[in-house]
């Protein structure tokens, strides 16, 4: 009974070894468990922040490169706009859709953005800009060639307005040409002092100044056709030695305006001139005392209204 009771003891002492010994060996494999799981979270936990830093890095590359590409396109429309700043102002504007397409992609990228939604606005602009780029150039060689047809039109213009000037100048001379010539001409002036016969009515050249009744004065008017036909005043001024204009009446009756001067005239003789050549003669009788007429050299002078038109001269002993 004893035997039994201790053997009893021994078995349960036994029994109660081995259950702590498995309880000491779940334990363990529990531990091993944890420790393989804790190591595998910390291993997955690791793998994860690595990609999550690896995604961050990669998102801010991306926006950096997408900043760097905005940066580079407004640079380059910054530059075209100052470089055609005279024709830049004709496309406002495509311009100011240009800033404002850049203004929203620089939002979204200070925000949660999304890289292919961005790259495409970019895109986007980049299309606008380039069509900018294309307008301005199209604009610049438009305008370049407005400047060559301006050129082209101002040396043009200053050619004519040349042979114009030219033109005119030779106008001028000609009609300073034509006004020289159609002036009446006198020739084959001849002067000369007369007294009558005592029988008859023939008369004598006479040349003593104290014995000279009349000046005898014939002339011929000559051809031409660039004077209007019509009726012509010529006008004698006979000046003796001493310079002064025979004349029997000292009143402006016997004056004239020549060239803004009043002349006074000795004869005066209207013709119904007709372009064709016509002989003249005329008189001048001295009424006064006989020593009016002086010894010495007279010179005739002919005018017309415009011109002078001949001269002759004669002498008295």
């Not at 035997?3 to 334990?27: A, E, H, L, T």
């Amino acid at each position: 009974m004893a035997d039994q009771q201790q053997n009893q003891q021994q078995n349960n002492q036994k029994n109660n070894g081995n259950k702590k010994k498995q309880q000491s060996g779940k334990f363990i494999i529990i531990i091993v468990l944890l420790a393989i799981a804790t190591v595998t979270f910390v291993l997955l936990y690791m793998s994860e922040k690595e990609k999550a830093d690896m995604f961050l890095q990669e998102k801010k590359q991306q926006k950096e490169m997408l900043e760097s590409e905005l940066d580079s396109l407004m640079a380059q429309h910054n530059e075209v706009k100052q470089e055609y700043s005279a024709l830049a102002d004709s496309l406002s504007k495509k311009d100011s859709i240009i800033q404002e397409n850049a203004k929203e992609i620089d939002r979204l990228l200070d925000v949660q953005w999304n890289y292919v939604k961005v790259q495409r606005k970019l895109e986007r602009l980049r299309e606008i800009a380039q069509g900018y780029l294309k307008d301005i150039d199209s604009l610049y060689r438009v305008n370049d060639q407005l400047k060559e047809e301006n050129i082209a039109i101002k040396n043009q213009l200053q050619e004519e307005r040349l042979k114009a000037r030219e033109l005119t100048e030779e106008k001028q001379v000609l009609n300073e040409r034509v006004d020289k010539a159609a002036v009446l001409r006198a020739y084959d002036i001849e002067a000369m002092g007369v007294r009558s016969r005592w029988f008859g009515d023939k008369e004598t050249v006479e040349d003593k100044a104290r014995r000279v009744e009349k000046i005898k004065l014939c002339f011929t008017i000559g051809e031409n056709s660039l004077v209007s036909p019509g009726q012509k005043d010529i006008f004698i001024r006979i000046a003796r030695p001493d310079n002064l204009i025979l004349t029997n009446v000292n009143t402006d009756e016997y004056a004239f305006e020549f060239k803004g001067d009043t002349l006074q005239y000795t004869l005066k003789k209207t013709i119904n001139y007709q372009q064709t050549a016509e002989d003249h003669c005329l008189y001048w009788e001295n009424l006064k005392d006989d020593d009016y007429l002086l010894e010495g050299q007279y010179v005739v002078t002919l005018f017309s209204r415009r011109e002078e038109i001949g001269q002759t001269s004669f002498t008295f002993r």
